[in-house]
């Protein structure tokens, strides 16, 4: 190797605006305005580093001036056309002064003298503001031209005065052609996959791409091999990223940590590796979501891999992923033991459980909720016949007892007309002629009417069905029980006679609230012998809470209890006046629930009391073992 030797990123800076690599928005218009004698006073060329900004100068400088391709760029600085300045260090207003009295002084030769001031976000205020005359108004043999990485931090009034011109970052596969024409210049034998490894670790910059290239010559030689590469640029393989996502699908936790000590044996960077797994999920998130694979920036052979390896996880999987390594790239900052981070974050992605088992619970939750649908759809269509059932009933028993009264009240004419006749009648004979008459007319009623006796017949079986309907769900939608029939109440009292004597009767402004609750837990025990269970059950979650006017406000949980109270409110006052002796009416309202207190809890804390509530659900979680700390941030 020469003494002489330069380097890759000197030997082939671009000389002519042809040369430079993916910025031809750029060098069009610069051609253009010079061949239309249209050139600005000042321009200010911005971008990231390593894309040809202080090339670009150095080339419209030499072509405005006509300066021989046969000098280097790096020489123009010694003409005394063209003058160089780095801001960084010449940032103070000394500076800028000495620069105005040179400004003064026209070109030795050529048209114009231009001033290449690199950095120039390194000037100072005062610089800067010492600047703004000159450069708006300069000589007219003056050209400025301004570079920087960072153009924000440029006053807004130095701005206003250049003409602006953004450059982009360079592909990866511009950078792989650069590098390739290079590599066949220089004798180098490297495959594309190595250039694909030296491109991606350029991050868009073919400077750096062509200094990373001189250090794998300098590493491998002429014969550069991809394995050699890797540990020459200390980059993580993307063969051993393939087999970590193996591990990951698989859940071979204990071939994950192997991979993860091997790495650190060899002295591969923790964020490194995580930022080179961050763009292979990624890569695998692109690959199975689009079919287009021009987004992954790969050789073709790995991108038939990512396409391949991405039929194992669904897009939701990868995004869960993505997020959770993402997370952990700014934990270990902050992170005491870093390496124990690291593998926890690893096995995290392994343990992961995937969306495919939280598909499952989510459709046996939506199964569980379709069946309770049908069975509430069943339960009011029972409702219904009941309801028509009684209706039914109740008008056939209505005509039976008008055909009875009738009956009677015949009866009752005829032993009128008997008692004239025989006015001395004994009281024990007065009793047993009731008795008789009361016997005849039963069995007239009886036989005369056959079909009233098939119409109780049927009341009493559809009785006893509604008997067993509401000591399931308490009163039909009516608002009237079975049992409140004549037949039904009589068949209650026979089972339990009444012994409690009924208190004496009481105006309701006598009731006090006290009162009513001393007595409200005997009042429940009585409603447990009158009313249906489901009733009972409901009322037993009621409270007395205010008194007024003769009204009794209570309080339920639920919309339900309160239908339940206002079908029965008639039938509860009742029994609450046998209890203490005046009759009160209910008005029913519902518990206001704290909404915020809800809102505020995070999904995790909602599912989890939805556990609570309900065994099935939990269950189900038990089985399955769903994953909830994803997102649920989502």
């Known amino acids: 190797m020469s003494e002489n030797y330069r380097s890759l990123t000197r030997t082939y800076r671009p000389r002519t605006f042809d040369d430079i690599v993916s910025q031809q928005h750029v060098s069009s218009t610069l051609k253009n305005a010079i061949q239309k004698n249209r050139l600005a006073h000042a321009y200010m060329f911005c971008g990231p580093r390593g894309v040809g900004k202080t090339t670009m100068a150095r080339v419209l400088a030499r072509t405005v001036n006509s300066i021989d391709k046969e000098v280097d760029g790096e020489s123009l600085n010694?003409?005394?056309?063209?003058?160089?300045?780095?801001?960084?260090?010449?940032?103070?207003?000394?500076?800028?002064?000495?620069?105005?009295?040179?400004?003064?002084?026209?070109?030795?030769?050529?048209?114009?003298?231009?001033?290449?001031?690199?950095?120039?976000?390194?000037?100072?205020?005062?610089?800067?503001?010492?600047?703004?005359?000159?450069?708006?108004?300069?000589?007219?043999?003056?050209?400025?031209?301004?570079?920087?990485?960072?153009?924000?931090?440029?006053?807004?009034?130095?701005?206003?005065?250049?003409?602006?011109?953004?450059?982009?970052?360079?592909?990866?596969?511009?950078?792989?052609?650069?590098?390739?024409?290079?590599?066949?210049?220089?004798?180098?034998?490297?495959?594309?996959?190595?250039?694909?490894?030296?491109?991606?670790?350029?991050?868009?910059?073919?400077?750096?791409?062509?200094?990373?290239?001189?250090?794998?010559i300098a590493f491998c030689g002429s014969d550069i091999q991809h394995e050699e590469l890797l540990r020459a640029l200390n980059v993580v393989s993307t063969e051993r990223m393939f087999d970590f996502m193996e591990a990951v699908k698989t859940k071979n936790a204990e071939k994950g940590l192997n991979l993860i000590n091997e790495l650190l044996q060899e002295g591969y960077d923790i964020q490194e590796y995580l930022v080179g797994l961050t763009e292979h999920l990624r890569n695998l998130y692109v690959a199975a979501s689009s079919a287009k694979m021009h987004l992954v920036e790969a050789s073709p052979d790995n991108k038939k891999r990512y396409k391949k390896s991405a039929e194992d996880f669904s897009e939701d999987d990868l995004m869960r992923m993505l997020h959770i390594v993402s997370e952990a790239q700014y934990k270990l900052k902050e992170a005491q033991q870093p390496k124990i981070q690291f593998e926890i974050t690893l096995l995290k992605l392994i343990h992961m459980e995937r969306?495919?088992?939280?598909?499952?619970?989510?459709?046996?939750?939506?199964?569980?909720?379709?069946?309770?649908?049908?069975?509430?759809?069943?339960?009011?269509?029972?409702?219904?016949?009941?309801?028509?059932?009684f209706k039914t009933k109740s008008t056939n028993g209505r005509q039976s007892e008008e055909d009875i009264q009738q009956k009677s009240r015949e009866s009752i004419k005829q032993q009128a007309d008997t008692q004239k006749d025989e006015p001395a009648k004994t009281e024990n004979t007065g009793k047993k002629q009731v008795s008789a008459e009361s016997d005849d007319k039963t069995y007239d009623s009886s036989s005369t009417n056959g079909k009233d006796n098939v119409t109780d017949h049927e009341e009493t079986e559809a009785g006893k069905e509604n008997e067993d309907f509401t000591n399931l769900f308490g009163k039909s939608s009516l608002g009237k029980s079975p049992s409140s029939s004549p037949k039904a109440t009589t068949q209650t009292k026979s089972k339990k006679p009444q012994t409690k004597t009924k208190s004496p009767s009481k105006a309701p402004k006598d009731i006090s609230l006290e009162e009513i609750n001393s007595q409200w837990e005997d009042y429940l025990e009585e409603l447990r012998h009158h009313v249906p269970q489901m009733l009972y059950f409901q009322m037993q979650r009621v409270d007395p809470v205010e008194l007024k006017n003769g009204e009794l406000m209570l309080r339920c949980n639920d919309d339900f209890a309160k239908k339940i109270v206002a079908e029965n409110d008639r039938r509860l006052s009742k029994l609450l006046e046998d209890e203490i002796g005046a009759f009160l009416s209910f008005n029913c309202t519902v518990r206001q629930k704290d909404n915020d207190t809800e809102k505020s809890m995070s999904p995790y804390e909602r599912f989890k009391n939805l556990q609570k509530r309900d065994p099935k659900i939990k269950k189900l979680v038990e089985l399955f073992g769903a994953e909830l700390d994803y997102n649920l941030n989502q």
């Open 78 to 216: 010694q003409t005394l056309n063209v003058i160089e300045i780095d801001a960084a260090s010449n940032n103070k207003v000394d500076d800028i002064r000495d620069l105005r009295e040179k400004v003064r002084v026209p070109p030795q030769n050529g048209r114009y003298k231009i001033y290449i001031i690199d950095e120039v976000h390194m000037l100072s205020k005062s610089a800067f503001n010492a600047l703004l005359k000159t450069l708006e108004e300069p000589p007219d043999h003056v050209i400025f031209i301004f570079a920087t990485t960072e153009p924000h931090k440029v006053l807004p009034t130095i701005l206003s005065r250049v003409q602006r011109f953004d450059f982009k970052r360079i592909s990866i596969d511009e950078i792989v052609d650069r590098l390739n024409n290079v590599a066949e210049d220089q004798g180098i034998r490297i495959d594309e996959e190595s250039l694909h490894v030296i491109a991606k670790k350029a991050d868009g910059a073919l400077r750096d791409a062509l200094g990373l290239m001189d250090q794998a």
């Open 355 to 389: 969306t495919e088992n939280l598909n499952k619970l989510l459709k046996q939750l939506e199964d569980l909720k379709k069946k309770s649908g049908k069975r509430q759809k069943l339960t009011s269509s029972s409702e219904e016949n009941t309801e028509s059932n």
